[in-house]
């Protein structure tokens, strides 16, 4: 079955305390990306990836990081979390075969609280 | 930059009733759109979309959209609601030209549906 997954689905942590949260595709998409998702807010691009070893940041970057040393994984590196991190999270991929746009795919989400 | 604009951040309509939910769009360049459904405790799962072609645009569980460029607008319809459509709403704008394939959300519609 073709999906994305994403671990840990909910994780309360504290101020300071480094976290990753795992996004993983089985499609051999060449493009995966990061949002969250605030209240009233919609879903903001946080970084993207065209392809391994290939990021670049989205519209909310600060405070976080990411990796794409495998094609089909693509983590969240929250370094110092901060209570204003405190949101929903999906991971995305898609195909860019031939050059046009094809659908994303969304994860299931990772609800993090950090207090 | 590209901005989507989500009329009214709650709609409720009566089982039976018709289903219209409002998008307009902002966009340099000839957009790709998307609304996107988020059931509760879910990931965002992709109802339709429009790239190029045809503007009548049909998608999954009887939910169609219709894009007019002249209005900027691409607002999603479905003649009789029913109460398995009860979610939140997303629509989406990616620009067709650019190296980023990030999605730009509304602010989402909460859809209930009486009985």
């Known amino acids: 079955e073709a999906q994305v997954t994403q671990n840990p689905r909910y994780l309360i942590t504290v101020t300071g305390k480094k976290l990753t949260v795992t996004c993983s595709q089985n499609?051999?998409?060449?493009?995966m990306s990061w949002y969250r998702q605030d209240p009233g807010l919609g879903l903001r691009q946080i970084y993207y990836?065209?392809?391994?070893?290939?990021?670049d940041k989205g519209d909310v970057p600060e405070g976080y990081k990411v990796s794409r040393k495998e094609k089909r994984n693509f983590p969240l590196i929250l370094e110092s979390p901060s209570p204003n991190q405190t949101s929903l999270y999906f991971c995305a991929s898609m195909g860019l075969s031939g050059g046009s746009l094809e659908t994303q795919y969304f994860g299931p989400g990772t609800r993090l609280l950090v207090l | 930059a590209q901005s989507v604009t989500q009329l009214g951040s709650h709609v409720s309509v009566s089982e039976g009733a018709l289903v219209l939910l409002r998008c307009n769009y902002s966009?340099?360049?000839?957009?790709?759109l998307f609304w996107y459904v988020q059931y509760p405790n879910q990931g965002l799962q992709l109802l339709l979309k429009?790239?190029?072609?045809?503007?009548l645009v049909k998608g999954i569980n009887g939910f169609e959209a219709e894009f007019k460029k002249s209005e900027t607008s691409f607002h999603l319809t479905k003649p009789s609601a029913h109460m398995s459509d009860a979610a939140e709403y997303f629509c989406?704008?990616?620009?067709?030209?650019?190296?980023?394939?990030?999605?730009?959300f509304g602010k989402g519609t909460l859809l209930t549906v009486n009985p």
């Open positions: 966009s340099s360049v000839p957009p790709y």
């Open positions: 429009y790239t190029t072609g045809a503007t």
């Open positions: 990836s065209m392809n391994v070893e290939v990021t």
């Open positions: 499609m051999n998409h060449e493009y």
């Open positions: 989406a704008v990616s620009d067709s030209g650019g190296s980023n394939y990030k999605l730009t």
